[in-house]
C-alpha cells in the first residue's frame, strides 16, 4: 500500500518534532534558541523558495538537521567534543577527505541514511500538491529568509560571549555552528586575565661549547597507549608490550595530551610549540589552520637559530590537515614523504598501512646521511591508527561485565598493532642509546585511540582517556632519570631545548619554570593561581601568540 505523504503521517510528523524538539531544548538559552530557530527559519526559506512547497521544505530543514546531527554524533564519539562552524574547514578541505574516508562503516552507514532520506523527499516532492502560488511562495520565503538572517545575526551580537563561556558543555548543534562563526582569530590573551605575578625563570644552564649538540628525533606514536591502562581486562591475557618500560629509554611516563580519539595536529601544534590547543578556545580544533600562524616562538625556530637542520618524515601527504602549511610556519627545512624513500604509492596520498619497522627504519636511513650540521628528525606512525575492526579470534579476556563484546574484540585488533611495532620501537631505543653521534630521542603518544571504553580506566588522574606515554632516550645519559607523575605534552620542547643546552628564549625559560614548579602539570596544576600567573605571563606579557 503506497504511503499517502499528503494525507498526513501522524508519525512522520511526530519523528520531526520530536527530533527538532530534542536537539533545540539541549542547554537551552534565550539567545541559543533564538539563533537556532532563526537558522532554520533562512534553511526552510530557502528550500521554499526552491521547491514552493511547504511540507517538502520542512523535511529537507529535517535533513540537514539529520545531517548536522550526525557530524556532531561522530566528533563527540571520536574527539569527544562537540560540532562547530570552524570543523567545517577541516571537514571541507579535500585533502582530508581520504581520512575520512578510512572509516567506510561508519562513513557508509551516515551516507545511506542521508541518502534514504534525501530518496524520501525527493519522491515527496512529486506527491506533494500543496505548491504555493508564485507571490504566496516569494513573500513566504523572502520573509522567512530575513527574519531569520536577521534573527541569526541579533542572537550572534548578544549570545556568542555568553556562549564561549560555557562552550565546553555546549547547546545545540545549530547553536554551536551559529555561536562559533565569524570568529576572528583572537590571541589567548583576551581570556587570560590575573592579577598574580609569575615567578622569575629560574636560571638553566647552557650549551658546554666544548661538546657537539646532540641530534634530536621527535616521534609520534599514532594513537598509542598502554592498554593495561584500561579497567576490566585480564593483565595475564595481554601482551607483553616492552616499548612502555623500555630498558633503553633515559625517561619514561604518562603523558597528559589535549585531544581523545583524534586531532593529531593538537598534540602536533604541543609538540612543536608548547602551547595547549584548548587554550584558542572554539579555534582549538583548527590550529594547525589559525593559530600556528601567531605563534611567536617555536621548538624548530630554537633549533634552527643554533644550527640545526629540520628533517620531517611522514606517511601524510603534504596537504593532509593543513600540516605542510603549518609545518613550513614552524621552520622545517625539508620534508619527506615515505613514498620518497621507498614505500611504494603516491606521495600525495596518504599511507595507512605503513608498519612502524618500516617507518623507523626510513628515519634511521635520513639520520645515517651524511649531514654538515646537527639535525633534528620529526617523524610520524600510522599503522596503529584507527579504525579497529573487530577480531572473531582473540586471547583478550575480561574481568568486568562493563566490558562490551565489541569493544573487547576492537581492543584485540588495536593490542595486535601495538605487539606488531613493539619489537621495532625498542630496537629502535637501543639504536638510539648506541649509536656514535650524541642523540636525544623522544617518542609521545598523540592521543588514545577511539575505543570509547565503556569500563574505564586504572587512574587516579581526571580525565584519564586524555593521558597516553612518553619516552625519552639520551646516549649521553646513563641509567633512569626521575620525572614527576604526569608530564603535560606542553613541556615537551622546553625540555628538549634544556637537555640540548641551546638558547632557549624567555617563553621557554618561563614554561620549564612552570615545569618545575608545578610538577610537570599545565591545565592539572592544583595551584590555580599559579598556572592563571603562567598563562597571564606567556599570552598577555610576552605576547607569545600574537
Not at 113 to 139: A, E, H, P, Q, W
Not at 258 to 268: A, I, N, Q
Request: proline share 4%; hydrophobic share 40%.
Amino acid at each position: 500500500m503506497r504511503f499517502k505523504f499528503l494525507k498526513g503521517s501522524f508519525f512522520l510528523w511526530s519523528l520531526v518534532v520530536l527530533f527538532w524538539a530534542l536537539d533545540l531544548t539541549y542547554r537551552t538559552s534565550l539567545w541559543t534558541i533564538v539563533g537556532a530557530l532563526s537558522v532554520m527559519s533562512t534553511i526552510f526559506g530557502l528550500f521554499l523558495l526552491l521547491t514552493g512547497k511547504w511540507r517538502t521544505s520542512l523535511l529537507w530543514l529535517t535533513i540537514v538537521g539529520v545531517a548536522l546531527y550526525l557530524l556532531n554524533l561522530g566528533k563527540r564519539l571520536f574527539w569527544k567534543d562537540r560540532l562547530k562552524f570552524e570543523d567545517f574547514t577541516v571537514f571541507t578541505d579535500p585533502t582530508n577527505f581520504e581520512t575520512v574516508f578510512h572509516y567506510p562503516l561508519e562513513c557508509g552507514l551516515a551516507t545511506l541514511l542521508l541518502i534514504g532520506l534525501i530518496f524520501f523527499c525527493i519522491k515527496s516532492f512529486y506527491v506533494d500538491k500543496t505548491k504555493l502560488t508564485v507571490m504566496n511562495r516569494l513573500t513566504i520565503a523572502t520573509l522567512s529568509i530575513i527574519v531569520g538572517v536577521w534573527g541569526a545575526y541579533y542572537a550572534l551580537q548578544n549570545g556568542q560571549q555568553k556562549w564561549m563561556e560555557n562552550m565546553r558543555k555546549g547547546s545545540n548543534v545549530i547553536a554551536n555552528i551559529l555561536m562559533s562563526s565569524k570568529l576572528q582569530y583572537t590571541s589567548p590573551a583576551s581570556l587570560m586575565v590575573s592579577g598574580e605575578k609569575f615567578p622569575t625563570p629560574m636560571d638553566h644552564i647552557g650549551k658546554d661549547l666544548s661538546k657537539p649538540l646532540s641530534d634530536i628525533v621527535l616521534i609520534l606514536q599514532e594513537s598509542t597507549m598502554d592498554p593495561r591502562s584500561l579497567k576490566g581486562i585480564d593483565p595475564e591475557s595481554l601482551p607483553t608490550l616492552t616499548m612502555f618500560n623500555s630498558p633503553y629509554a633515559t625517561q619514561q611516563g604518562a603523558l597528559r595530551v589535549h585531544t581523545y580519539g583524534g586531532g593529531t595536529w593538537r598534540s602536533e601544534f604541543s609538540a612543536l610549540t608548547g602551547l595547549s590547543s584548548s587554550d584558542f578556545g572554539v579555534l582549538a580544533g583548527s590550529v594547525f589552520y589559525s593559530a600556528v600562524f601567531h605563534v611567536q616562538d617555536s621548538l624548530w625556530s630554537r633549533l634552527k637559530r643554533a644550527g640545526y637542520k629540520i628533517i620531517i618524515v611522514t606517511p601524510f601527504a603534504e596537504g593532509s590537515y593543513n600540516s605542510g602549511k603549518a609545518y613550513h610556519q614552524l621552520g622545517v627545512d625539508e620534508m619527506i614523504h615515505v613514498a620518497d624513500l621507498g614505500w611504494p604509492g603516491s606521495n600525495r596520498k596518504n599511507v595507512w598501512d605503513i608498519p612502524t619497522s618500516e617507518l623507523l627504519a626510513m628515519v634511521r636511513k635520513v639520520m645515517e646521511r651524511d649531514h654538515s650540521g646537527p639535525i633534528a628528525v620529526y617523524a610520524l606512525t600510522m599503522r596503529e591508527h584507527g579504525p579497529y575492526p573487530a577480531q572473531k579470534n582473540h586471547s583478550l579476556r575480561a574481568t568486568e561485565s562493563k566490558v562490551d563484546v565489541g569493544q573487547l574484540a576492537s581492543l584485540a585488533e588495536y593490542v595486535d598493532r601495538l605487539k606488531s611495532a613493539d619489537k621495532a620501537v625498542v630496537e629502535f631505543d637501543q639504536w638510539i642509546q648506541q649509536r656514535a653521534r650524541p642523540t636525544v630521542m623522544v617518542r609521545f603518544g598523540d592521543h588514545q585511540p577511539a575505543l570509547s571504553w565503556k569500563a574505564g580506566q586504572n587512574s587516579s588522574e581526571i580525565n584519564p582517556e586524555y593521558i597516553t606515554n612518553y619516552a625519552l632516550v639520551d646516549n649521553q645519559v646513563q641509567g633512569k632519570e626521575t620525572i614527576p607523575a604526569l608530564t603535560d605534552i606542553i613541556f615537551l620542547p622546553s625540555l628538549i631545548l634544556k637537555r640540548i643546552g641551546v638558547e632557549m628564549g624567555d617563553f621557554y625559560k618561563t614554561a620549564l619554570t612552570m615545569y618545575e614548579l608545578c610538577d610537570g602539570r599545565y591545565q592539572d596544576c592544583s595551584d590555580k593561581r599559579l598556572l592563571k600567573a603562567f598563562q597571564n605571563e606567556i599570552y598577555v606579557n610576552q605576547r607569545i601568540a600574537e
